[in-house]
């Protein structure tokens, strides 16, 4: 399989002052196209920059990144934004809908700024989503009047609106209890069956048996990268 | 369901060049449906727009209104007219020359030398005053006796309720005719008809020919004329008054007898222009100027003076210029403190909001979204609240003038006009800009990693 994400050398340093924090150090990972990776490791270890490199957030201090061969390392600002809203989809620990806007409102958001028109094909599929992700009968509710699971599934819905070519999870079942989390896992272990490429941060064993692959950071650099042969969604 | 089973993303829209403008509109909806949510902080960030907007409108109106009022004034003055008069030198009053008769003023040799200024003055109405009572049977009353001639009806755009008045042939046969103002007419004749009756002035008879209209007393002109109340006032003709009143004035004062000799109290010409130009404008000055020049050389005092009813409506306009450049100054404070409101409310919005703009950020907007999400919501602001600004100074407008003239029984004369109207809420809009631009800039220059932390 093609290499969806070909990281090469990767340093991150934070500068505080006259102190640098050297947070990645030199990182050489690749991820197939399909795949479904779990990155892992202690607080502190790099995780959360790394997704923030590879969902084009931020920029690395040196090193390469090619996303489906295209150079992001060395993207301006704009050409970031774009290849955010095209070709990414993103879900957060903490949701991150925005609470004005309706659930359908929510999902559309990345298309809006990929400049699709607002038309009645738009809103067939964010409707559609909503419908897959089991939220057909509350399109018209605002995120607050949903729970921690619900929100979270408009948050997958809304990472899969632009059609994207890698999902990134950071600790998506981080703030939702045991049974909500099997669900949300459930569904995304579905879309990684269907195709999608995904590359989820988590703090937990048990959700990381449902990847394929798991990546281990410490101190910034890869101490493990083992493969899964029986992730719990395939038995 | 399946994700395979999703209808597809619908293609990008074609390159119009409209997209922009698409996503202002739907930052204008967004914008719109915050401030809603937002409806106090609001109404009270853009107070001060309110407030300032009204204000100028307001002011613009009564300041247009007054300045209306004072050229319909000068207009019923007669706005090309020039009015000469005799004056009381300040020295004579103050000499030994006490029991004497003063002669001071206008002579009518000064009325022929004027009458040579040919085309340029076409009309030219002499006039004596004295003060004087006026008996009809027991009745009687004080006023004035105004001797001049035919024309003085018209330069002083007078209207007659009855008879009409003095002609050429009463001043050439100088007959004992008379016209009386309103209130005179009113206080001899309260329950007749006064036409066709004989008053008595100074042990003459005069038969009455004409009433007129109640008129309205002017102000006083370039400070050198006081205010008149014409209403009290007898009219006879010139050349009857040279015969039957003479040319000498008996004015008692205390201890002693005195008499003033004028020949002509004043004389009122008519240019002949156009006061709506500059040239017609500058015509009447220059006649007036001429008549100064005339008299300064003729008179050994200055037992004269001359009057430019437009220079009145030029100062009038001067004071209008000064009041509104002092609006303008008041306005742009007013503005300048209003978009200092919005720009803080904005940066507090922005700083409240800064987790929804990582989020937006990381969704994948670029900083220039951002930017006009943040520039509409201001202007939007400022927008609405110059309308309501606008709404109110109109409301101020139509509501003011009955209220003083209810409590304060004073005329509050106003004039709406759209530049002033057009121009604040154009203004407004640019003080949403001006102030919302660094706000927005703010918002679009935030990191989205920090921002999405943010909480
Ligand atoms: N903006 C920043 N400035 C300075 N240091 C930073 C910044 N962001 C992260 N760091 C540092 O980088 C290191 C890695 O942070 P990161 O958030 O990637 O950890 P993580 O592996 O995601 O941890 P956790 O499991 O707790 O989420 C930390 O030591 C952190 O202090
Ligand atoms: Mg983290």
Known sequence: ?235 | MDIRDIPPVPPLAAATGFEGLNKVRRSFVLAIRSLWLHKLRAFLSVLGIIIGTSAVIALMAFGKGSMQDALEDIKRQGATNIVVRSVKPPDEGATASRSFVASYGLKVADLSRMGTFGGTISKMVPMRVFPTEVRYLDRMSNGRLVATTEDYAQVNKLTLSSGRFLNDEDNFRKLNHCVLGAGLADKLFPFEDPMGKSVVIQKQEYRVVGVLIDRMPTGGTGGSQSAEDYNNDVYISFDTAKVRVGSTVVIRTSGSRGGERVEVSQVTLTVDADFETSEGREKVRAVGNAIKGMLKEDHLREDWAVSVPLDRLEEAERAQARFTSLLVLIASISLFVGGIGIMNIMLATVTERTREIGIRRALGAKQRDIIIQFLVEAVVQTTVGGLAGLTFGVILVFGLPPLSRLFFETNLPAQLSWQPMALSVGVSVIVGVVFGLYPAWRAAKLDPIEALRHD
Not at chain 1, 6 to 20: A, R
Not at chain 1, 48 to 71: Q, V
Not at chain 1, 86 to 100: D, E, R, S, V
Not at chain 1, 105 to 118: K, R, S, T
Request: hydrophobic residues 40%.
């Open chain 1, 1 to 235: 399989m093609a290499a969806i994400v070909e990281v090469q050398d990767l340093i991150k340093n934070y500068y505080m002052g006259d102190v640098t924090v050297n947070v990645l150090k030199g990182l050489d990972l690749s991820f197939e196209e399909g795949d479904f990776v779990s990155l892992m490791g202690p607080s502190g270890s790099g995780k959360s920059t790394l997704m923030n490199i590879l969902g084009c957030l931020d920029r690395p201090t040196a090193g390469n990144y090619y996303l489906r061969d295209r150079d992001v390392a060395h993207m301006t600002d704009n050409q970031l934004s774009d290849v955010r809203s095209t070709y990414l989809g993103f879900i957060f620990q903490a949701y991150n809908l925005l609470p004005q806007y309706t659930v359908v409102e929510n999902i559309e958001l990345p298309l809006v700024y990929q400049g699709v028109p607002l038309d009645a094909r738009t809103k067939d599929r964010c409707v559609a989503l909503a419908e897959m992700v089991g939220l057909g009968t509350r399109l018209d509710h605002r995120p607050l009047q949903l729970s921690g699971g619900q929100q979270q599934r408009v948050a997958i819905a809304r990472a899969l609106v632009n059609d994207p070519q890698l999902i990134l999870a950071d600790e998506p079942t981080g703030n939702l209890d045991s049974r909500t989390s099997v669900e949300i896992m459930e569904m995304l272990t579905e879309l990684n069956k269907a195709g999608k490429t995904i590359i989820m941060v988590t703090h937990e064993n048990d959700i990381a048996a449902w990847s394929r692959r798991v990546v281990r950071l410490r101190d910034g650099m890869v101490e493990s990268d083992i493969r899964n042969d029986k992730p719990l969604g395939f038995r």
